[in-house]
T-cell receptor
């Protein structure tokens, strides 16, 4: 599976949009981009995923560049509860091993 | 959505004893379960993959005789830390792939402290 690169940390003001970048320049055509987050001392939580098209759900939006080499997770109105480590992972849909990188520590401040 | 229930959430045990961690899929059948370990301020590290009815496969460097994994049914996978030592103290998390389009679902984790 392709590796990803994310910034180590990011601060965001409560109520503002948080834009989390992820580079996955070696992504293959059949690999999806998944985003998970882990709030301190909890198991990771699924946020969103996509293949080519931009996606939106009740939690976030995912913007994938046309060449699929990078993506951005958007939390439209960050709240204090969004403070967590966010992981960008590329994965096929064959349910293989899910390997986690270092992720981005997002801190939302009042 | 699909839920994996993990127990216990916290456990403290003495050095040399064994501890069993259970992960149950509540509303789906988990033919595969992944087990992770996470040390403070680090990312999740995959330890092993269990498949129902067959032997688990372990990642390089993970002792299979120390971390016993059993996946005897489609709804239950267990991880037993045998002869625990303080360096085994960690956060253990299980995960299973789901077919509802959400990739993988995770247990809530088990904080193991060996004293």
């Amino acid at each position: 599976d392709a590796k990803t690169t994310q910034p180590t940390s990011m601060d965001c003001a409560e109520g503002r949009a948080a834009n989390l970048p992820c580079n996955h320049s070696t992504i293959s055509g059949n690999e999806y981009v998944y985003w998970y987050r882990q709030i301190h001392s909890q198991g990771p939580q699924y946020i969103i995923h996509g293949l080519k098209n931009n996606e939106t759900n009740e939690m976030a939006s995912l913007i994938i560049t046309e060449d699929r080499k990078s993506s951005t997770l958007i939390l439209p109105h960050a709240t204090l509860r969004d403070t967590a480590v966010y992981y960008c992972i590329v994965q096929t849909d064959s349910w293989g091993k899910l390997q986690f990188g270092a992720g981005t520590q997002v801190v939302v401040t009042p | 959505g699909a839920v994996v229930s993990q127990h216990p959430s916290r456990v403290i045990c003495k050095s040399g004893t064994s501890v069993k961690i259970e992960c149950r899929s509540l509303d789906f059948q988990a033919t595969t379960m992944f087990w992770y370990r996470q040390f403070p301020k680090q990312s999740l590290m995959l330890m092993a993959t269990s498949n129902e009815g067959s032997k688990a496969t372990y990642e390089q460097g993970v002792e299979k005789d120390k971390f016993l994994i059993n996946h005897a049914s489609l709804t239950l996978s267990t991880l037993t830390v045998t002869s625990a030592h303080p360096e085994d103290s960690s956060f253990y998390i299980c995960s299973a792939p789901v077919s509802d389009g959400h990739g993988y679902t995770f247990g809530s984790g088990t904080r193991l402290t060996v004293v």
